[in-house]
Structures are given as structure tokens and as C-alpha cells.
């Protein structure tokens, strides 16, 4: 039976689901390729064919590109629908950089390497008129941004009991989706910070939620669902709470000894962001297999292993599912697409800003799906 929106959000009706989505700029496309086995699946399993991941899942939050998935999925769009819109989307957002040679762009050029009024454009394209408050958005949605100004993670919720939602010190129901889903995509460097109007006629600076521990913002939506501060109030136990978690895929790093001797301050600069945000992403791994029995769990190293039947609490918390790929040429060449990758290949398959390579990533996606077990679900 297809669930109201109050019964998403009540506590009472279990079990409670949730779907986690990674940043990853234009790389949400090799998400996309998981999503749409996660929709066959579950479609196969529930019998219905027209079964949307929204009527599954009571709870869909992402970071950055993430978010900008989950407002589209939460909004009663089929896969199909998202990746139609996404591969328009990302086409425009990221097809042409500012140039520094040109007067009228060369200021801005030095804010940002891309045009926010393309990605805003797009946005509002996608998602009209709709507000974090609308009957238009059909389960729990959590977009994951950071607030610059104060340097904290906002997750932006829809639950009408939130402490920000319509209240005196906060009225986000009435923040355009567009607008949050820009604050969660506002990469420094890449775009300019996006101003919304917080209430109260204060204004906050929002930049990318990727600039947090949060870029996988599985844990997060853990905190949201559970936590006495936040409205949901659901419990914590294998039976009454599922977490699955998509990834972006991740480079994995292999530097000869030299090479980190001798490197310069750029290259230190150009390495370190996704140093820090494969860190956070790890942590978060470690954390929720730590909590739960995974069937999904991944070896971590030689001393915690895969954490089997090692529980934070002497016993599993929730049930959590975690899918992602590595992005090296053994992975990619094992997918069999006839075609060879080579470190060329991986490098531009790498960057979250090559939108040329989406439909690619989402055929990386799909490939690399096609190994999930419907046993999970």
C-alpha cells in the first residue's frame, strides 16, 4: 500500500527507510546507474511496476549533486525522469567555464569558475515554484548545505514540526527547493555562495555541503532521523531502520614516497579536498558498520577489518546498505564495456566537473549495479 506523507513520517509505522546520496558533482550520474537497479528491484520485489523510490523510502537526503537527486526523487520522479533531467542539467551547469581574458567575466572569474545563473536557471527548470513546505514533495527530504557565515551544517528538512520550519525563529517551508538545492551544490571555487532569507529578515551565506563531514551525509540523515532535537523521533533497531547509502564512485590513491616528498604547495592544494572528503566518507563507512549488521560492509584495513560482529552497542542498530565504486582502471576495465580505460581515462572520470563524461558515468553505474543482490531489499 503506497504510504501518505504523514505515514513516512510517523514513528509508529515501521519499518522506517532511508536512501543517503553523495556529493560528487557531475560524478551523481554513476549514481544514478545504482538507482535504477535499486527501482527494478524493488519494483520486482513489491510487485509494482510503477513503484517510485519515494513511496519506498520515508526519509531521501543527499549532499551537493546528491541533494539535487533527492529533490527529484522526492518529488515523485522516477529514475528514468532524473537521469533525463540530470543529464540536461548538468550539460548546461557545467558546460561553459568563465574566462579570465574576458574584461566583463574576469571579476567574477576570480569568485567562481562557473556561472551560477546557469545552474540557478536549470534549478528552477527542474523544480518550479516548489518550496521545502510543498505537498508536491511526497516523503521526509533532507538537504545537506553548509552555512558559511557560521560554519555550520544545516540539514534543510521538510517535517512540519522542525524547529526552523514555521516557527518564530525559522520559516524554512518557505524557502524555494531550487534554492536550497543550490545552497547544497554551491562548491566554493567551482560557484559563488548561494544568500537565502532564514527568517526573521536574517540572511545566511550557503556553500556546498560537501565543504563538511558530510559529503556522504549517511551518518547525518542517521542523526536527523534519530536525535531528540529533530522531529522524527524513529527508533534505532536491525528490524525498524534501513540505511542504504549511494556513492559517486572514488579515486583511490596511490602515490610513490618520492612523489609526496617532493611535492609543491599546488599539488598539496589540489589534493587535499578530496583527501579530507574520502576521510569523512570512510568515517562515516566505519561508523555505520559499527552500528549495524551490513551485509553490504567493506574491509577497512588490516586492524578493523570489515568489522564483522563488532557492534558499538553489543548488538546491530540498523540495517545498512552501502554501494559506491572504485574508479581505477582495474574496476573499470573488469566492468566489461568494451573499452579500455586508461590513468588519462580515470583522471577525467575523476573530475566532478567533466560533464562530458556523464553519460559514461552512468553506464559505470549501471554496469557496476548490475552485482547487487535483490536478497538486500
Given at each position: ?80 525522469a532524473v537521469v533525463q533531467s540530470y543529464m540536461t542539467l548538468g550539460g548546461k551547469i557545467f558546460g561553459k567555464k568563465r574566462t579570465w581574458w574576458n574584461p566583463l567575466e574576469t571579476w567574477k572569474f576570480l569568485k567562481a569558475e562557473y556561472d551560477y545563473v546557469a545552474l540557478e536557471q536549470s534549478l528552477k527548470d527542474v523544480f518550479g515554484d516548489i518550496t521545502l513546505g510543498s505537498d ?134 589540489q589534493s587535499v579536498p578530496d583527501m579530507l572528503m574520502q576521510d569523512a566518507s570512510w568515517q562515516n563507512q566505519i561508523m555505520l558498520q559499527w552500528l549495524s549488521n551490513s551485509p553490504t560492509r567493506q574491509y577497512v584495513d588490516m586492524e578493523i577489518e570489515s568489522l564483522q560482529d563488532d557492534y558499538i552497542a553489543g548488538k546491530p542498530m540498523l540495517k545498512y546498505l552501502r554501494y559506491n ?53
Amino acid at each position: 500500500m503506497k504510504k501518505t506523507f504523514e505515514q513516512h513520517l510517523d514513528p509508529s509505522i515501521t519499518p522506517k527507510r532511508i536512501l543517503s546520496l553523495d556529493g560528487g558533482g557531475i560524478r551523481g550520474a554513476l549514481t544514478l546507474g545504482y538507482l535504477k537497479q535499486i527501482e527494478n528491484i524493488l519494483r520486482e520485489k513489491e510487485n509494482n511496476p510503477g513503484l517510485l523510490l519515494c513511496d519506498y523510502f520515508d526519509l531521501i537526503g543527499g549532499t551537493s549533486t546528491g541533494s539535487i537527486i533527492a529533490a527529484c526523487l522526492a518529488t515523485g520522479m522516477d529514475v528514468d525522469a532524473v537521469v533525463q533531467s540530470y543529464m540536461t542539467l548538468g550539460g548546461k551547469i557545467f558546460g561553459k567555464k568563465r574566462t579570465w581574458w574576458n574584461p566583463l567575466e574576469t571579476w567574477k572569474f576570480l569568485k567562481a569558475e562557473y556561472d551560477y545563473v546557469a545552474l540557478e536557471q536549470s534549478l528552477k527548470d527542474v523544480f518550479g515554484d516548489i518550496t521545502l513546505g510543498s505537498d508536491n514533495i511526497k516523503t521526509g527530504l533532507c538537504i545537506v548545505a553548509k552555512r558559511a557565515d557560521t560554519n555550520s551544517v544545516w540539514p534543510l528538512i521538510n517535517h512540519p514540526k522542525g524547529k526552523f520550519f514555521d516557527t518564530a525563529i525559522g520559516k524554512n517551508k518557505d524557502i524555494p527547493l531550487w534554492q536550497a538545492v543550490r545552497a547544497s551544490s554551491a562548491a566554493p571555487t567551482y560557484f559563488a555562495p548561494q544568500m537565502i532569507d532564514v527568517g526573521n529578515g536574517q540572511r545566511a551565506a550557503f556553500v556546498d555541503g560537501g565543504v563538511s563531514m558530510a559529503n556522504n551525509p549517511a551518518l547525518t540523515l542517521l542523526m536527523v532521523a534519530t536525535l531528540k532535537g529533530f522531529p522524527f523521533h524513529w527508533q534505532m533497531e536491525e528490524d525498524k531502520l534501513t540505511i542504504v547509502s549511494v556513492g559517486t564512485g572514488y579515486s583511490v590513491f596511490k602515490k610513490q614516497t618520492g612523489e609526496i616528498e617532493e611535492a609543491w604547495m599546488k599539488t598539496w592544494a589540489q589534493s587535499v579536498p578530496d583527501m579530507l572528503m574520502q576521510d569523512a566518507s570512510w568515517q562515516n563507512q566505519i561508523m555505520l558498520q559499527w552500528l549495524s549488521n551490513s551485509p553490504t560492509r567493506q574491509y577497512v584495513d588490516m586492524e578493523i577489518e570489515s568489522l564483522q560482529d563488532d557492534y558499538i552497542a553489543g548488538k546491530p542498530m540498523l540495517k545498512y546498505l552501502r554501494y559506491n565504486f572504485p574508479i581505477t582502471e582495474n574496476d573499470l576495465n573488469g566492468l566489461g564495456l568494451g573499452k579500455t580505460f586508461t590513468p588519462v581515462d580515470v583522471a577525467s572520470l575523476v573530475e566532478m566537473s567533466n560533464a562530458e563524461n556523464r553519460e559514461l558515468l552512468y553506464t559505470i553505474g549501471t554496469a557496476a549495479a548490475a552485482n547487487m543482490e535483490a536478497v538486500h531489499f
